[in-house]
């Protein structure tokens, strides 16, 4: 599937901040097999004073901005060509649940994909015993790890209402799954804590939804947004899946990554000095078109 | 403990009678046969020889040396925290060079091993790849900070400054007890206890040949020095500021090796540098020493809730232009977990065993360390295997395994091993201190300094005791109540004098006077207004009660004259010390507390004691006569700080500054009484008073010979260049500091600062006092009200 993406991040202050630094995540990132990014351009207005990429310890694509002082709107735009191609899972291949321990014991690495990293409570994503009971409970039949990850999500999308009111970018993950509502990221960083729970390695994703779905199916919920969903790991054999608990499905060629993290901590689109000030409003807008040819 | 030491002494000296160490645990100052080690003869000698009274006379001087000098604590766990003195133990603890250097070699391997291991974790983590090291222990380890693998650090190092705690074992060998890798504080603190100790036992320290602290601080800061590429930028170290538990340590270090002082806030990254907001504007920092831990350096990259970092900090790394002491991440090794595998990395990355074993610790995650916790449970505590603290302090996550059944403890192992580590409940040695004038045994650990120098590691040869507030040794935390003692490494021959003098030339460089970091300049000016403003106010309160109580009523249209004079500083007169006065010196102290490591010490106890005097004063001064004599008393005082800051001050920027708060708030004071009191309007005695407010009353009968009169009164008080309290003389100081100051005259051209200064200064020269009007002298006054926004804007932000 060949796509043109078009982010618009657009923010305006009340009052005018002073100079900032700022990390963008918002760029897709190759990844081998599945998506390779054919183009992508940034511009921000005003123009920044320094400018400089690179790729964080999770591979993500990171532009980091000093922007001039006195700013009262700053906007970014982002433009990119993707390539992303379906993957199939038609096999459950994964780790019977009481075996994935002992092949994550196996592992001995702790490069950016290492399941590793995704097993431990991250800054966002706390133990919670609520969480955990849910996914003891929800998981019960699951013979293998993947079966889990599909009857937790399944579980979740099942309580969880979809609400863009409800919660804010900081709403604990006890305080939305309390309210049982809340957004892609709400959905997502709960499905983690559940995951972890019980002992699968789950990351958080940043990317986009494909606007409009294809003929005769239903349009996805988070599409007019930046979206988030899960990784799991889920065996040696199998290893990483995807699934989106907004949605209730596992991932296919109508999502874009932008990056993966512990949780959106890790892959915050924007993260600087303008979240610490108040009084500012903030849009965007996400357009994934699909290209002919 | 400082101060009750002395007064608690009861009974016949200090000699060893009746001391008995505990059964089973070795002593420092004991052998098992119960005779006095050597190298502690002197010092328990000296201890027997000495009366109750001539001790008391010893141990006073040590307090009053630490008290002087403004050490405290801060002590966390009440309602809020609050300064304790400093909890001293007088008893240094003797250890023999034999004995010593054994233990230095041992600590520099062992920080050798640390520093490859650091390299490993943030590089090509090929102790993990291969099974040495468990994966989880890394990657949940909130220590582990991710942005920073791959960045090689430019000196070539990550670890620069070192700390080990140890504990002396019932075999008599040393061990481990923890590593300090983050940003190891104690090493100021070894340093004041030094000098206490050495003053309560002057005589026995001059003759023992006691190992000097001076060199290992000389080499460290000569060190860091020569880690700067460009000899223009700067060693600063970073501490989180005033509120942190060990801030005075911080500014009491970079006083003693001569850095800039710094919080986040001073500092920007800007096009991949380091630099300090400094009074000249930005200037680089090539070498940082910090003292927060490495998670909250950088609030972009790193912990986005730090308050206390700066955004780009890891930018800067990346860059490659900036040395971190130690390196963001370092407190990786920290964790307790580190410990069950260190024995056996060091063969694999030094080729040798380590010289001297850490504390043994088994990590639960391994079934072999799980079979041996459950086959001896009665020797482990059980713990978080993240954790840093010490098996003996007492935290929450410490259990002993043997309160446990044996099931129990196997279910808690199995699911949650990969958490837990087991480690040896240990005894520790004890040593004698103080107890209500008796020598006690109290279990002891020791925190030992290492610093990386061009020619490798550096061992302070002493170090920071820990001792116990009881024979547990579970109460050697000074949050817990244990106390702190100087350790003297003892040699059997002289050992050579040293000084902080450099060896060698070119380290040696001052560095140049805009280091001042803008808010250390803010925070100045404002210490020099609140002190002048806490003076104004109380010579216009005397003023007052004076009236008050020799004239009564009659007194009552002056009284309300004043009115203006003391709204402008928002105090009610009615009350014997009035709560704008309290607010003043309290905003004096807060603003002295930013900026430790420029004040002196006796200036700082100086403050101390005023604040303290006015705020017993408030308690129980009566308005009137009373008044009166306490608020004299009190500007005595006052007098002694300015005269503390501007004798003993280094004439540098930031004295500069100081010097522009008070001649500030001084033309304030002035000019407004003038404009009050010299109004052609004013009630009978105005004059008068307003000679007494400018403290001229003998400069005006000795000049004028006559009652005052306007004309005199202008022309003393706000015209003659030579009264040192006159609105004059103030504008000609401030506009000779302000001359000084960085930018105020570039090539002839004047900074708006300096050249508003010059005007008043040319307008008050040329005055005629019959030709001065009430309105001339507001505006005046509003015109020097308005350099204090000049200033700011040109300096401060």
């Known amino acids: 599937m060949r796509y043109r993406l078009r982010l618009t991040i657009r923010h305006d202050f009340r009052r005018p901040i002073g100079a900032g630094r700022q990390l963008l995540r918002i760029c897709p990132r190759d990844i081998p097999g599945l998506q390779q990014v054919l183009r992508c351009h940034v511009a921000a207005d005003p123009e920044p004073l320094e400018e400089a990429w690179f790729r964080d310890f999770f591979g993500n694509e990171v532009i980091e901005l000093v922007l001039p002082a006195g700013l009262s709107s700053l906007r970014f735009d982002m433009t990119a060509q993707i390539l992303r191609h379906s993957t199939s899972s038609?096999?459950?291949?994964?780790?019977?649940?009481?075996?994935?321990?002992?092949e994550l014991a196996e592992i001995t690495d702790l490069g950016p994909d290492s399941p590793h990293h995704f097993l431990a409570a991250s800054p966002h994503i706390p133990a919670v015993p609520e969480i955990t009971a849910f996914a003891a409970r929800s998981s019960r039949d699951a013979g293998t790890a993947c079966a889990a990850v599909e009857q937790l999500g399944h579980a979740l999308h099942r309580i969880m209402r979809f609400d863009p009111e409800a919660t804010e970018v900081d709403t604990p993950i006890a305080t939305a799954f309390a309210g049982r509502h809340g957004v892609c990221q709400d959905f997502s960083q709960i499905m983690i804590a559940a995951l972890r729970s019980l002992g699968i390695p789950a990351a958080y994703v940043s990317g986009f939804l494909r606007t409009l779905p294809p003929p005769g199916r239903p349009r996805?919920?988070?599409?007019?947004?930046?979206?988030?969903?899960?990784?799991?790991?889920?065996?040696?054999?199998?290893?990483?899946?995807?699934?989106?608990?907004?949605?209730?499905?596992?991932?296919?060629?109508?999502?874009?990554?932008?990056?993966?993290?512990?949780?959106?901590?890790?892959?915050?689109?924007?993260?600087?000095?303008?979240?610490?000030?108040?009084?500012?409003?903030?849009?965007?807008s996400v357009d994934l078109v699909e290209e002919a040819g | 403990m400082t101060g009750d030491g002395a007064a608690q002494m009861t009974g016949a000296g200090a000699g060893l009678d009746g001391y008995r160490p505990l059964p089973g645990v070795p002593d420092e100052l004991l052998d098992v046969a119960g005779r006095v080690r050597p190298i502690w003869t002197s010092l328990a000698g000296h201890l027997g020889s000495l009366s109750p009274s001539e001790l008391a006379g010893h141990l006073a001087r040590a307090d009053r040396y630490l008290r002087d000098s403004g050490v405290f604590y801060r002590q966390y766990g009440g309602v809020q925290p609050s300064d304790r003195p400093w909890p001293f133990s007088h008893v240094p603890v003797l250890l023999d060079q034999q004995d010593w250097s054994a233990i230095s070699a041992a600590l520099v391997q062992r920080a050798d091993l640390l520093e490859a291991v650091m390299a490993d974790l943030y590089g090509p983590n090929r102790l993990v790849a291969s099974g040495r090291l468990p994966p989880a222990l890394v990657a949940g380890n909130p220590g582990w900070l991710r942005p920073m693998v791959g960045i090689r650090p430019r000196s070539g190092h990550h670890l620069h400054f070192l700390a080990f705690e140890l504990g002396r074992g019932p075999d008599g060998k040393w061990w481990?007890?923890?590593?300090?890798?983050?940003?190891?504080?104690g090493a100021g603190y070894a340093l004041e206890n030094r000098v206490a100790t050495a003053r309560a036992f002057s005589g026995l320290f001059a003759q023992e040949n006691v190992h000097r602290l001076a060199g290992f601080f000389r080499d460290f800061r000569d060190a860091l020095l020569a880690g700067r590429q460009d000899r223009d930028s700067r060693v600063a170290i970073l501490t989180p500021g005033p509120l942190n538990e060990t801030?005075?340590?911080?500014?009491?270090?970079?006083?003693?090796?001569?850095?800039?002082?710094?919080?986040?806030?001073?500092?920007?990254?800007?096009?991949?540098?380091?630099?300090?907001?400094?009074?000249?504007?930005m200037r680089p920092v090539e070498v940082l020493w910090r003292r927060l831990d490495g998670g909250y350096a950088d609030p972009l990259e790193l912990d986005a809730t730090s308050r206390i970092g700066t955004p780009g900090m890891v930018a800067a790394l990346r860059a490659g232009s900036l040395t971190m002491v130690n390196a963001?991440?370092?407190?990786?090794?920290?964790?307790?977990?580190?410990?069950?595998?260190?024995?056996?990395?060091?063969?694999?990355?030094?080729?040798?065993?380590?010289?001297?074993?850490?504390?043994?610790?088994?990590?639960?995650?391994?079934?072999?360390?799980?079979?041996?916790?459950?086959?001896?449970?009665?020797?482990?505590?059980?713990?978080?295997?993240?954790?840093?603290?010490?098996?003996?302090?007492?935290?929450?996550?410490?259990?002993?395994?043997?309160?446990?059944?044996?099931?129990?403890?196997?279910?808690?192992?199995?699911?949650?091993?990969?958490?837990?580590?087991?480690q040896e409940a240990v005894t520790l040695s004890t040593t004698p201190t103080l107890v209500a004038g008796r020598l006690m045994p109290r279990p002891m650990t020791l925190r030992v300094f290492l610093a990386r120098t061009a020619t490798g590691w550096t061992v302070m040869p002493g170090g920071f005791a820990r001792?116990?507030?009881?024979?547990?040794?579970?109460?050697?935390?000074m949050q817990m109540g244990g106390s702190a003692a100087d350790v003297w490494v003892v040699s059997p021959d002289p050992v050579p004098a040293v000084s902080m003098v450099t060896a060698y030339g070119a380290a040696q460089r001052r560095p140049s006077p805009s280091a001042l970091p803008a808010r250390a300049a803010d925070n100045l000016f404002w210490l020099g207004r609140y002190v002048e403003r806490s003076e104004g106010i109380v010579r216009l309160l005397r003023a007052y009660h004076t009236r008050l109580a020799e004239a009564g009523a009659a007194s009552a249209p002056l009284l309300a004259a004043m009115t203006p004079l003391f709204d402008r500083n928002g105090v009610k007169p009615g009350q014997g010390v009035p709560q704008a006065l309290l607010d003043s010196l309290e905003a004096a102290i807060s603003s002295a507390g930013q900026v430790r490591d420029r004040f002196s010490p006796d200036a700082w106890s100086a403050l101390d004691d005023v604040n303290r005097s006015a705020r017993r004063m408030a308690l129980r001064v009566a308005p009137g006569d009373d008044s009166a004599r306490a608020l004299s008393a009190l500007l005595r005082k006052l007098a002694g700080i300015s005269g503390l800051v501007h004798e003993n001050m280094y004439r540098f920027v930031g004295w500069r500054f100081l010097s522009i708060g008070r001649l500030h708030e001084r033309a304030m004071g002035i000019s407004t009484a003038l404009a009050v009191l010299a109004d052609p309007d004013a009630p009978e005695g105005s004059l008068d008073l307003a000679i007494e407010l400018g403290d001229s009353v003998l400069t005006h009968r000795r000049r004028y010979n006559a009652t005052a009169s306007r004309d005199s009164?202008?022309?003393?008080?706000?015209?003659?260049?030579?009264?040192?309290?006159?609105?004059?003389?103030?504008?000609?100081?401030?506009?000779?500091?302000?001359?000084?100051?960085?930018?105020?005259?570039?090539?002839?051209?004047?900074?708006?600062?300096?050249?508003?200064?010059l005007r008043l200064h040319a307008e008050l020269a040329t005055a005629d006092p019959a030709q001065m009007t009430t309105e001339q002298l507001w505006s005046v006054q509003m015109r020097i009200g308005e350099l204090s926004d000049l200033l700011t804007t040109a300096y401060f932000i």
């Open chain 2, 247 to 281: 801030y005075f340590e911080h500014a009491y270090i970079a006083r003693y090796l001569g850095f800039t002082l710094v919080q986040g806030e001073d500092l920007n990254v800007s096009e991949g540098r380091l630099m300090v907001r400094t009074v000249a504007g």
């Open chain 1, 90 to 102: 038609s096999l459950d291949l994964s780790a019977p649940l009481p075996r994935l321990g002992e």
């Open chain 2, 713 to 757: 009164v202008i022309d003393l008080l706000a015209l003659d260049p030579l009264n040192p309290r006159a609105l004059r003389h103030q504008i000609d100081g401030l506009r000779d500091q302000i001359d000084m100051l960085p930018a105020a005259n570039e090539h002839g051209a004047l900074s708006p600062l300096a050249r508003e200064v």
């Open chain 2, 328 to 422: 963001l991440g370092s407190g990786v090794l920290e964790a307790r977990a580190m410990m069950a595998f260190l024995p056996k990395l060091a063969p694999h990355l030094l080729g040798a065993p380590l010289a001297m074993p850490n504390i043994a610790t088994w990590w639960c995650g391994d079934a072999t360390a799980r079979s041996a916790v459950l086959a001896a449970p009665e020797r482990m505590i059980l713990g978080d295997a993240l954790d840093t603290g010490m098996p003996m302090d007492q935290r929450s996550d410490a259990i002993r395994a043997a309160t446990m059944s044996t099931a129990e403890l196997a279910r808690r192992l199995q699911p949650q091993g990969a958490g837990l580590v087991a």
């Open chain 2, 176 to 185: 481990v007890l923890a590593d300090r890798t983050q940003a190891p504080s």
């Open chain 1, 220 to 284: 996805l919920e988070g599409a007019d947004a930046m979206h988030a969903w899960v990784r799991a790991w889920t065996g040696i054999e199998a290893g990483w899946v995807e699934f989106d608990p907004t949605n209730a499905c596992f991932v296919s060629a109508d999502h874009v990554t932008i990056g993966y993290g512990r949780d959106y901590s890790d892959t915050a689109p924007v993260t600087g000095m303008m979240r610490l000030v108040g009084s500012q409003t903030g849009t965007h």
């Open chain 2, 467 to 477: 001792i116990g507030a009881t024979p547990d040794p579970a109460a050697i935390a």
